[in-house]
């Protein structure tokens, strides 16, 4: 049964809120009652369509990387929140959403259960709001299992179908930067931030900067999203309330009481032939700049850490991580949790690490909001899922765009960010070339040749995909 009245059921001193909805549209209509107790069932099922195709055109919902991920159709819960204390807040609505909910769940591995979708704004004061997003179905991999987990109320926990729909055509966007934040301003900006940094107010700023471009009629954006996961398998491929990338930074993931995370911060071009991508990879690995430009964001990480995790380990020295569009310096993290901390409390404790802000963190704040004349939104933010017993995988959202809709829900524009970290020996044109860089993925994604024929072909419904199934 589909609630004809989704409305406002609670609102904290801060702004955020906890709606209820199962359409894409919210409204504010105020209501006083609590959300009802979630009923949850998983479900193993033989085999999977893809997951892309499952999911809204519009507004598609999925945290994939390689053949592993979770996609969600319909919504059975949405929660905002803003402010300073917006993940603390998501940290604690969801602890008691996940504590009243029926779960049923014969697979129980992470994404299965009852999961919640969710990506957070960058800063404390953006205009964005930060969602978590219960999904009416789940349909997931991991490991060679396949499953799907139906959520609702205990009335219409299997009343939703997921029809995969064939993806739309490709589109081709021109992206532009506003004139206002051309590539000269943002040249100028990192210049402002190096004379900061020699004046001694900040060590480290993360400066972005963005395109933007109108879709056309009609879009599919999961064409973004499934592009970007066949050009860039090895990130975290996300589609999430309209912010769609391709992430190769983990921000924290916990599971069974181990948390994990990638830091990365130093870039490089790719070469132009095996010889010179082996040079631009040893110079990287050797560049005075860039190794102290990871070692900012890697302390930032150690030092949020401490407190809820021991046995804390990472090599001494970075590695070269090879993307297509670009080389990074990485560091892989690994700690044991102590108390109890949940995936979300851990993003809270973690954003913004030096690989997205600065160092020190307010001063590095400062200066975003001084030098870049835009709102970040969620852009360098939380993105990921969490589980009803606090475990989840997120990443820091990089290499993505946010959608714009219109009143009727078509998505209407689209706007992709991309930062680069200043620190004393930046060089403003090699800050903007990097930039350029890693908008790469966002760029040709949207630069796409319109095929011959519309549409690609998709195997057949799946018998899972009805309730007649009895699942
Ligand atoms: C801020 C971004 O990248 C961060 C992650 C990896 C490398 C970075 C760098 O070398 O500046 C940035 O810290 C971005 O992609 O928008």
Redesign the pocket.
């Known amino acids: 049964m589909h609630d004809e009245h989704p409305g406002r059921v609670d609102a904290t001193p801060s702004g955020s809120r906890i709606l209820r909805r199962y359409d894409v549209e919210v409204t504010d209509q105020k209501s006083d009652a609590h959300p009802a107790p979630l009923t949850v069932k998983t479900t193993r099922i033989d085999d999977i369509t893809p997951l892309l195709t499952l999911v809204d055109p519009r507004r598609p919902l999925a945290f994939v990387r390689r053949n592993d991920g979770i996609a969600g159709v319909g919504t059975a819960l949405r929660l905002e929140f803003s402010g300073p204390r917006r993940m603390q807040e998501a940290a604690q609505a969801w602890r008691e959403i996940a504590a009243a909910a029926e779960i049923d769940d014969e697979v129980g591995l992470g994404g299965s259960g009852l999961v919640a979708f969710g990506s957070f704004a960058f800063d404390d004061f953006s205009g964005d709001v930060s969602v978590l997003l219960v999904p009416r179905i789940v349909l997931g991999h991991r490991d060679g299992v396949h499953w799907i987990t139906r959520i609702g109320s205990a009335s219409d926990v299997a009343s939703e179908n997921a029809d995969p729909a064939t993806l739309g055509a490709e589109f081709s966007v021109a992206l532009r930067a506003p004139e206002s934040f051309g590539p000269t301003e943002y040249a100028a900006a990192v210049t402002a931030a190096t004379e900061s940094i020699g004046r001694g107010e900040v060590s480290k700023v993360?400066l972005?900067r963005y395109l933007e471009g109108a879709l056309p009629a009609g879009a599919d954006v999961r064409v973004l999203a499934a592009d970007l996961a066949t050009a860039y398998p090895d990130t975290y491929t996300f589609a999430i309330d309209g912010l769609i990338g391709s992430s190769p930074?983990t921000l924290v993931c916990s599971e069974g009481g181990e948390v994990t995370a990638r830091v990365?911060?130093?870039?490089a071009a790719r070469g132009t032939d095996a010889r010179s991508d082996a040079q631009a990879a040893t110079d990287l690995a050797t560049s005075p700049k860039d190794l102290d430009?990871h070692a900012f964001?890697l302390q930032s990480l150690l030092q949020s850490l401490a407190p809820h995790a021991t046995d804390i380990v990472t090599a001494e020295t970075p590695f070269t991580l090879r993307l297509p569009n670009v080389w990074?310096l990485a560091s892989d993290v690994r700690g044991r949790l102590t108390g109890g901390a949940s995936s979300l409390d851990l993003i809270g404790a973690l954003h913004p690490t030096a690989?997205?802000a600065g160092t020190p963190t307010p001063a590095a704040l400062e200066a975003i909001r001084r030098l870049e004349p835009f709102d970040r939104g969620r852009y360098?933010g939380p993105v990921g899922w969490v589980g009803a017993d606090g475990d989840g995988e997120w990443a820091i959202a990089?290499?993505c765009a946010q959608v714009t809709y219109s009143a009727s829900g078509d998505p209407v524009s689209i706007r992709a960010?991309?930062?680069?970290?200043i620190v004393a020996e930046s060089d403003p044109a090699r800050e903007v070339a990097?930039t350029t860089m890693?908008l790469k993925p966002v760029v040709d994604a949207l630069s796409r040749a319109v095929p011959e024929e519309p549409g690609r072909p998709l195997p057949a419904r799946p018998a899972w995909a009805s309730p007649a199934a009895g699942l």
Not at 264 to 267: E, F, N, T, V
């Open positions: 993360v972005a930074e990365l911060a130093g870039s430009e964001a990074h690989a997205v360098a990089l290499r960010f991309a930062g680069a970290g990097e890693k």
